[in-house]
């Protein structure tokens, strides 16, 4: 019986969730598996991955082969180090605590670079939304500029309206008392 690593599919349309598990070869992709051992979220950024990484060692140690991306996400937590570690120890190339002690430098490494990309990707939403702030400012800004114009144009037009009509009734009243000279002088 040849054993597989791979990915179980599960969650809804369009928003996939994976178990990663040991199953075997001829079995179907979400059928029965030999052991659960871990899961992967790709909705997450970063993509969340949860690695029972003994246990992982334990079946490649075995046999177990990985499928393409199941090997991405084991290299990703350090499965395929620890193996490659292991076997190094089983070869008599260093002790087991040298080994552990390599792979907690990497564990460290690789929490630190993860850490690094939360902390950007964190840091970019925050910009953006900086950005959109500044932009919703100019033009509320741009608003308010367009409406006081528009409200100092219209009192303009009120004032020239009002001192038009004012002039067009100072204007009326000397020419009724001209209309009247003339009527009187014409007498």
């Known amino acids: 019986m040849s054993v597989k690593i791979r990915l179980q599919r599960h969650g809804k349309k369009g928003k996939p969730f994976y178990w990663i598990v040991a199953a075997d070869a001829r079995a179907k992709r979400?059928?029965?598996?030999?052991?659960?051992?871990?899961?992967?979220?790709p909705n997450t950024n970063p993509a969340t991955v949860d690695l029972d990484v003994d246990g992982s060692v334990k079946w490649l140690q075995n046999g177990a082969q990985p499928t393409d991306t199941a090997r991405a996400l084991l290299s990703y937590k350090g499965a395929l180090l620890k193996h490659h570690l292991m076997g190094g120890v089983n070869k008599g190339a260093f002790s087991e605590?040298?080994?552990?002690?390599?792979?907690?430098?990497?564990?460290?490494?690789?929490?630190?670079?993860?850490?690094?990309?939360?902390?950007?990707l964190a840091k970019a939403q925050a910009d953006a939304k900086a950005a959109a702030l500044?932009?919703?400012?100019?033009?509320?800004?741009?608003?308010?500029?367009?409406?006081?114009?528009?409200?100092?144009?219209?009192?303009?037009?009120?004032e020239a309206a009002a001192a038009e009509a004012a002039?067009?009734?100072?204007?009326?009243?000397?020419?009724?008392?001209?209309?009247e000279a003339t009527e009187e002088t014409a007498e």
């Open 30 to 41: 979400d059928g029965k598996f030999l052991e659960k051992l871990g899961t992967y979220n």
């Open 97 to 120: 605590e040298e080994a552990e002690k390599k792979f907690q430098a990497w564990l460290d490494e690789k929490a630190g670079l993860v850490t690094a990309k939360v902390d950007g």
């Open 134 to 158: 500044a932009a919703e400012k100019e033009v509320n800004e741009a608003r308010k500029n367009a409406v006081a114009e528009a409200e100092a144009a219209a009192k303009a037009e009120a």
């Open 167 to 179: 002039g067009e009734e100072s204007a009326e009243a000397p020419a009724e008392g001209a209309e």
